[in-house]
T-cell receptor, first 113, second 112 residues
Framework: AQSVSQHNHHVILSEAASLELGCNYS??????LFWYVQYPGQHLQLLLK??????LVKGIKGFEAEFIKSKFSFNLRKPSVQWSDTAEYFC???????????FGTGTSLTVIP | DAGVIQSPRHEVTEMGQEVTLRCKPI?????LFWYRQTMMRGLELLIY????????DSGMPEDRFSAKMPNASFSTLKIQPSEPRDSAVYFC??????????FGEGSRLTVL
């Protein structure tokens, strides 16, 4: 079965610290990859996406992610987090041959001022 | 672009009552998804449609849940009868292909 794994369930950082959230997917074919953010009390919003091309993808609010095909990974990074980055982060994958999306269980990030 | 529109935003009802949640996807999107989110179980896919046809409803918890998509611009998720354990935020999302999911703002359901 297809799946997306997020290894960090809860992360607590101080402002200005660097962030890396892990994401691995299990599908061996061509996939489209996404990171979504959910701020408290809000809906999921797209941070960034990878379909093809440059494996280093830049998204909104200074976030980026790197697709490493050999490791089936799509880790999210930000060099310096802010208090406003406190949120839940979801990694997702979708097969390139259909429209079924698979979400990870999410990582809760708390940034301490 | 109005985005995905869900209604109602909040619903409080009593156990045993019927609940109907509504969703209008983004115009031109051919896939529609219903998700449920709770603290205990996180984000769960209930059902998704491609071109108004249900493709995978394996996430629907039980027969009390049903979903329809009578046309490309409207979908409903119905719970009958509702139970307290159905309390959750229900998200509708739509997508063109290939593309990302766009989520609605959710319907927060409380069953007393």
């Amino acid at each position: 079965a297809q799946s997306v794994s997020q290894h960090n369930h809860h992360v607590i950082l101080s402002e200005a610290a660097s962030l890396e959230l892990g994401c691995n997917y299990s599908y061996g074919g061509t996939v489209n990859l996404f990171w979504y953010v959910q701020y408290p009390g809000q809906h999921l919003q797209l941070l960034l996406k990878y379909f093809s091309g440059d494996p280093l993808v830049k998204g909104i609010k200074g976030f980026e992610a790197e697709f490493i095909k050999s490791k089936f990974s799509f880790n999210l990074r930000k060099p310096s987090v802010q208090w406003s980055d406190t949120a839940e982060y979801f990694c997702a994958a979708a097969r390139n041959t259909g429209n079924q999306f698979y979400f990870g269980t999410g990582t809760s990030l708390t940034v301490i001022p | 672009d109005a985005g995905v529109i869900q209604s109602p935003r909040h619903e409080v009802t009593e156990m045993g009552q019927e609940v109907t949640l509504r969703c209008k996807p983004i115009s031109g999107h051919n896939s529609l998804f219903w998700y449920r989110q709770t603290m205990m179980r996180g984000l769960e896919l209930l059902i998704y449609f491609n071109n108004n046809v249900p493709i995978d409803d394996s996430g629907m918890p039980e027969d009390r849940f049903s979903a329809k998509m009578p046309n490309a611009s409207f979908s409903t998720l119905k719970i009958q009868p509702s139970e307290p354990r159905d309390s959750a935020v229900y998200f509708c999302a739509s997508s063109g292909w290939p593309g990302e999911l766009f989520f609605g703002e959710g319907s927060r359901l409380t069953v007393l």
